[in-house]
């Protein structure tokens, strides 16, 4: 293993970066690390036979440490088809929403890995959850040919504060009404863990009545929760009731406790928090979700007031928006949607963190910019966030590729995509049709 500062790497160079052949390393396979400027430290792995393409990887929230790769399958299958792979740790004395330095520290990596390396032919972002986001928005700089964006928080971090937040404020006030369950302003990650206990409890305990199930599936479609948590296929379309038991399965099974904890992260990054409901109108918010059937048919069936039961919520809003972490989100954690470079997203279908209906805003946010003709989305028929074979990594990287170097995109459907996957030899692909739902959230400000 070779460790090398960055700001050294020039001295052991024998040609400029610049001049530097795609094959200027080490003969065999070879992993180097690195520091950055910032105390972000870097790795990279790279194979015997490179093929001329870097792989930037950036990791998901999460510890401050690097990685170059989604998972051992899909690191092993690229490097083995002779890709390289590099990625960075973001700063180490940021927050774990990294969003304030990654960009500076994926592109510095990169640059640190060149000098060692040499110049790659193409350079391919590939960006996990937190990481998707910092994947989007390296698409809008020149730091890299092409992007594939998995499980990516694309929306952005100000629609994810906020439909958060209408999903926690509909438990604490309608299922533990009795409990002061604090949802924000959290000065510790401690407060945030004991708020996502607070809420698991109280849907834990709710699940036993009719009431609590109605109740239930309201919070789950201000979440923009999946309602398929188990099995071969979706619960059936009209199938209300199970859909609202894999719900409660989501829920219980750790998210809640994920969200609040990670919400401390964000706040402490944005100096605060860019989510808002005071004044927020829940009954209108509501006609918008795709669950909405759903959720009248529960009501219906439990004999609950529905109309109350929103009012009730408008009512009890009290968060304020707060204009400088909104302005910090705003800078660093959202899309703008005016890509340089072919971006191709792909997304489970059933995702309990980053639900799906990113893509649909990311895609409207991307065609606002005028940019349709660089983007491409795909989705993977399976639950679970980036839950993805090491065949679905590597066919959308190499598609990705073949788009950059040709300029033209190949075949992106489903079927298209299964062949070049099932071609690997590697594992089973699930690559489907899908149409997301629009993302049920308030705009980012009154």
């Not at 990481?131 to 100000?158: M, P, W």
């Not at 529905?306 to 009012?311: I, Y």
Request: hydrophobic share 40%; proline share 7%.
């Amino acid at each position: 293993m070779k460790r090398l500062q960055a700001g050294a790497l020039v001295a052991v160079l024998a040609v400029p970066a610049a001049l530097a052949p795609a094959t200027a390393h080490a003969a065999g396979p070879a992993h180097y690390t690195g520091t950055l400027p910032d105390g972000a430290t870097w790795i990279a792995d790279v194979p015997a036979r490179w093929n001329g393409t870097l792989i930037l990887f950036s990791h998901g929230f999460g510890p401050l440490t690097p990685a170059d790769r989604p998972s051992e399958a899909a690191g092993k299958a690229l490097l083995d088809r002779g890709y390289a792979l590099a990625g960075s740790s973001y700063d180490p004395d940021g927050s774990l929403w990294a969003l304030g330095s990654a960009v500076r520290d994926q592109t510095a990596a990169k640059d640190a890995v060149t000098k060692i390396i040499g110049r790659p032919r193409t350079t391919l972002a590939l960006g996990q959850s937190m990481g998707g986001l910092v994947s989007a928005k390296l698409a809008e700089t020149r730091a890299v040919d092409g992007v594939l964006s998995t499980c990516g928080i694309v929306g952005g971090g100000v629609d994810l504060n906020n439909y958060q937040l209408n999903a926690g404020h509909a438990i604490a006030t309608l299922l533990a009404p009795s409990q002061d369950i604090k949802l924000t302003d959290y000065t510790s990650p401690a407060e945030g863990i004991v708020a996502g206990t607070q809420l698991t409890l109280a849907v834990q305990n709710a699940q036993a009545t009719p009431a609590g199930r109605a109740r239930i599936a309201l919070a789950s479609a201000f979440l923009n929760q999946s309602s398929w948590f188990t099995g071969e296929e979706e619960p059936p379309r009209h199938d209300y009731a199970e859909q609202e038991r894999q719900q409660y399965q989501w829920l219980t099974s750790g998210v809640l406790g994920f969200i609040f904890s990670g919400r401390y992260s964000i706040n402490q990054a944005a100096g605060g928090d860019s989510a808002w409901n005071k004044g927020l109108n829940y009954p209108r918010l509501l006609t918008r979700s795709a669950n909405l059937r759903q959720v009248k048919a529960l009501y219906r069936t439990a004999g609950l007031n529905l109309k109350k039961d929103l009012s009730t919520l408008t009512a009890k809003a009290t968060k304020q928006l707060e204009p400088a972490p909104l302005a910090w989100m705003t800078r660093t954690s959202e899309p703008t949607g005016r890509l340089t470079v072919p971006t191709l997203n792909i997304h489970t279908i059933s995702d309990q963190l980053v639900p799906v209906e990113h893509e649909t805003e990311y895609a409207g946010t991307v065609r606002a910019a005028g940019r349709t003709r660089l983007l491409r989305q795909a989705y993977v028929h399976r639950t679970g966030h980036c839950n993805f074979a090491a065949s679905e990594y590597v066919a959308s990287l190499q598609v990705l590729e073949k788009r950059v170097k040709t300029n033209h995109w190949p075949s992106i459907t489903p079927k298209s995509l299964n062949q070049k996957a099932n071609a690997l030899s590697l594992d089973t692909p699930a690559f489907h049709p899908h149409n997301p739902n629009p993302l049920l959230v308030q705009p980012s400000r009154p």
